[in-house]
């Protein structure tokens, strides 16, 4: 779905409008976390012990879009909102992106997992097909969700100021770091994790996910299905090993070419 350059000069949303996205979206998600870092007792007592599915994990999880649909319904209206929703239809692009998606990173994560040794030594996760189907619909409504703020509106206005590669990488770092504070806390998935293979990775993805993201013209939908795949509770642990890997296909792939997105396709 492409939207005609007279509309898109109409909805264009300014490359200042950056600014109060990443306001929103780090002062929404640090600020709720900050809370249960510094008065870890009152908000437990209150709202009870924080976790990746707690309605306040998942609201922080959620600012960026939240930022990204504030942001634009101001500058651009409920029209320039339609139009930006608009580009969640858009699924074109070239074939070899889909071999990446379906087939490409469960085998990152298969071959981190047989680097780590662990491929065979842990069992499936799911006891049920429902339990299955629960934690997928779960992981599709949480995590990926954030694409509406960072691939959906940060990317492009990145790219009118920045080469895609620039744009990417600066976006990868700001991406990382929002995350954080749930570093920080017991209870978030990422508790666990190492934030510095956590924010090499997000580096990785996020100059990887921008040819796509051109490649489709301004798509929402496929660096959501990336990042849903990223997080697939299907696939085994391959941390931080599934960092070199993507690291490794960032390589790889260095030297090819991809036009930026056209803001005729970028309200």
């Not at 924080?50 to 922080?60: E, Q």
């Not at 489709?216 to 509770?233: D, E, M, R, Y």
Request: hydrophobic content about 55%; glycine content about 6%.
């Amino acid at each position: 779905m492409k939207i005609a350059p007279s509309d898109a000069s109409r909805y264009q949303i300014p490359f200042i409008a950056l600014v109060p996205f990443l306001l929103m979206t780090f002062g929404l998600a640090w600020g709720l976390f900050a809370l249960f870092i510094l008065l870890p007792s009152q908000m437990v007592a209150i709202f009870g012990v924080l976790s990746g599915r707690h309605p306040l994990f998942i609201l922080a999880v959620w600012a960026p879009a939240i930022a990204a649909l504030i942001t634009v319904l101001y500058y651009a209206g409920i029209a320039g909102l339609w139009h930006y929703l608009n580009r969640l239809f858009l699924w074109r692009c070239p074939p070899a992106w889909y071999a990446f998606l379906l087939v490409g990173i469960p085998l990152l994560f298969y071959s981190g997992s047989a680097l780590k040794n662990n491929l065979f030594t842990e069992p499936f996760p799911f006891s049920s097909f429902q339990s299955l189907i629960l934690a997928l619909a779960v992981t599709l409504a949480i995590g990926p969700i954030e694409e509406f703020g960072w691939r959906g509106l940060a990317l492009p206005l990145l790219q009118r100021r920045f080469a895609p590669i620039w744009a990417g990488l600066i976006l990868g770092v700001i991406w990382g770091i929002w995350h954080l504070p749930a570093f920080l806390l017991s209870g978030t998935p990422q508790s666990a994790w190492s934030f510095p293979s956590f924010l090499v990775g997000s580096v990785a993805i996020s100059v990887i996910v921008t040819p796509l993201f051109n490649a489709s013209h301004g798509s929402i939908l496929l660096p959501l299905l990336v990042h849903f795949q990223l997080n697939n509770p299907l696939w085994p642990d391959a941390q931080p090993h599934d960092t070199l890997f993507l690291w490794l296909l960032l390589l790889s792939s260095f030297g090819s070419t991809e036009k930026r997105c056209s803001v005729e396709n970028v309200p």
